[in-house]
């Protein structure tokens, strides 16, 4: 059988389980995977999942991964600053080619978000609704991955640094927002005009990530609050590149305000499960 559901970013960590999932409940042959390494390629093809190669600046090789595909999961391009046009190349493509549901991974509350983040969610979810192609917006919110990455450099140095004092964020594990894009690419439910808030069950503050590093780690972790431009200025003296060390800070600023806080329970309710604790995804870090 010749591939119906596409799914872009394939080669990236939130790509790989989703097509673990997708592998869960149907056939290797009905998935493509849009890469654009040969090796990403290769990886994807020992799954039984047919490759289909394609950069999102390239709107020819874009077309050709189009075809016979009834459902397509953008996933949202790593490469900020550039992800809009990217996303317009992937979103023509799909409208010549007749795809019938585009699921899209936005950011939480995209349209309210005060994170520099959200400005080209917001660009590619208007053009989606300009296009005319049925859609579905997975807003997703933060990877629990994001802040229990940093727990042996807070072991290190004895202290996690950020900016967003008593902010609460909601997040899940990857593989929980993974398990929500399968269930909506397989549901059997009409997703074309959903919007799902996706988080996790429960929340934490950077104190709370401290206070369980120290338990796990058996010495004393502390949260220490920066001024914004003093926490970009640490991730760049880090190694980060300096406009992403401030789309980092810029997003711990929008976090305290509330930004990564949400308590609707959406994707624990689409999953069929509770989401991933993030304990146990700190756990799973250390171990
Ligand atoms: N919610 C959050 O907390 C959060 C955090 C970080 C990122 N994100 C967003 O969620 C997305 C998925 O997260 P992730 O952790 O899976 O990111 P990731 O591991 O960096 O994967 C990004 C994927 O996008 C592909 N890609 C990048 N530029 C491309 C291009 N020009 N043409 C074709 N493919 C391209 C990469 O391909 P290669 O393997 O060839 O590089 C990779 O497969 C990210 O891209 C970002 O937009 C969300």
Redesign the pocket.
Known sequence: MAPTILI????????KLVLTELLKTTPADQIAA????PE?AAEIEALGVTARM????DPAALSAAMDGIEKLLL?????VGQ?AP?HRNVIDAAKVAGVSLIAY?S?LRANSSPLALAAEHVETEAYLAESGVPHVLLR????TE?NVGTAGMAIEHGTYIGSIGEGRISGAA?ADYAAAAAAVLTSDDAQAGKVYELAGDASYSLNDLAQETTKLAGKPIAYTDLPEADYAGALVQAGLPEGFAAVLADSDVGASKGALEENGKTLSALIGRPTTPWQDTLADVLA
């Open positions: 872009t970013g394939a080669s990236g960590q939130l790509g849009l890469v654009r390494r990403a394609g950069d999102y600046t996933i949202s391009s790593s490469e992800r990217q991974t950011l997703n919110g933060w990877y994001n990857r």
